[in-house]
């Protein structure tokens, strides 16, 4: 195992369940920065070591409000097992979630994600993400409930309503209709 590195765990949260991974790819799969890892400062690069030859499909990094931090993935259809990106700038967040997929050599679908927090107050993204997930269950009546959380929605207060102009006009008038005897 490489120094700074963790292994992956695929997710396995209620709120995204997917199907379990019969390669074994997402538990060998190093991780940098570590899955769940608090640091002092904001990584500049983040990292996956797979334990054989991949297509790496999909690459994001999303914020705990599921914002999307450009990191200018493009899909390279080489076969790797090491992949490093170089990071923006990243805000201040209560932590970050990188998302990836990859294409195993039997072309199976195999996915997995890692979590990371920086700063003075930095916790454990694992602890905050349980207790997101504890709110939302106390929110949406318990664990066995299949209630789907909306999603976020932005109300807007004291604005006129559009004005809207009808592709065309039709005048219809009434014809005088004279009666013959």
């Known amino acids: 195992m490489m120094s700074g590195f963790s292994y992956s765990q695929a997710p396995n949260s209620r709120l995204h369940p997917q199907a379990p991974d019969s390669t074994g790819i997402a538990a060998k799969t190093e991780t940098s920065p570590d899955d769940d890892a608090v640091l002092e400062i904001a990584p500049e690069q983040i990292g996956l070591v797979f334990p054989q030859s991949v297509r790496l499909v999909k690459l994001t990094l999303r914020n705990e409000q599921r914002d999307w931090v450009d990191i200018s993935f493009r899909y390279d259809p080489g ?4 992949f490093n990106w170089q990071l923006p700038s990243l805000n ?3 932590y970050y979630t990188a998302d990836w997929a990859i294409l195993a050599a039997n072309e199976q679908l195999v996915r997995g994600s890692f979590s990371f927090s920086f700063g003075v107050d930095a916790e454990l993204p694992s602890v905050t993400k349980r207790a997101e997930e504890a709110i939302i269950d106390l929110r949406n009546g318990g664990p066995d409930q299949r209630f789907v959380t ?11 309503p559009p004005q809207y102009d009808p592709p065309f006009i039709i005048e219809l008038e009434e014809e005088s209709q004279s009666d013959s005897c």
Do not use: H
């Open 79 to 82: 076969l790797k097992e090491s």
């Open 92 to 94: 201040s967040a209560i």
């Open 150 to 160: 909306p999603p976020r929605t932005e109300i807007i207060i004291n604005r006129d």
